[in-house]
């Protein structure tokens, strides 16, 4: 991936709606990637992403991831969000994806920021907090298992940055 303002990625080399050259110049106080043609600004942004703690009796339900980035580690249930999809949404749709579960979200325990994969792309990730509703919980097919773990008893190979916060963050709350 080539590097450009700010250290930020260069998303492109040319405009995605004329085809002319990008040029970076500072604008709203930051260098951005602009078309001298068309007026056309990209705007860097965090991909928004879901997460769920499925809290039951103490515990909290865990994926362990089977692809990378982080094979092998601990992962809450979630993932990004399809273009225009509502955060409640995506949440209830990716713990079926991954666990089998219906899930019922009770609350946003906090946003968290973090990077993913190797790019460390910036994310925006959501958190609730939700209870099983029905399902029989298997792993799906980006998990190798899924456990129940007591909060005060959390694996330390936690997947992600802003996973660890949320996890420390609901255990404070419930314990």
């Not at 965090?46 to 092998?72: M, N, T």
């Not at 910036?122 to 007591?150: H, K, M």
């Amino acid at each position: 991936m080539c590097l450009g303002y700010e250290g930020e990625p260069m998303i492109y080399s040319f405009c995605p709606r004329c085809g002319a050259h990008l040029t970076v110049r500072r604008v709203e106080g930051r260098d951005r990637q602009i078309c001298a043609d068309c007026g056309f600004i990209y705007y860097a942004h965090s991909s928004p992403c879901v997460g769920v703690l499925i809290v039951e009796e103490g515990r909290v339900l865990l994926v362990e991831r089977a692809v990378e980035p982080f094979q092998g580690y601990w992962d809450i249930p979630g993932g990004f969000l399809e273009a225009g999809e509502h955060p409640a949404d995506g949440a209830i749709r990716e713990v079926e994806e991954e666990t089998g579960l219906l899930v019922e979200p009770t609350e946003i325990l906090g946003v968290f920021m973090d990077v993913y994969g190797a790019e460390e792309e910036p994310t925006l990730n959501i958190c609730y907090v939700a209870r099983v509703v029905s399902g029989e919980a298997r792993a799906g097919s980006d998990a190798t298992c899924l456990q129940w773990f007591p909060l005060q008893a959390l694996p330390q190979n936690i997947a992600f940055t802003w996973e660890a916060e949320a996890l420390a963050l609901l255990r404070d709350r419930v314990l």
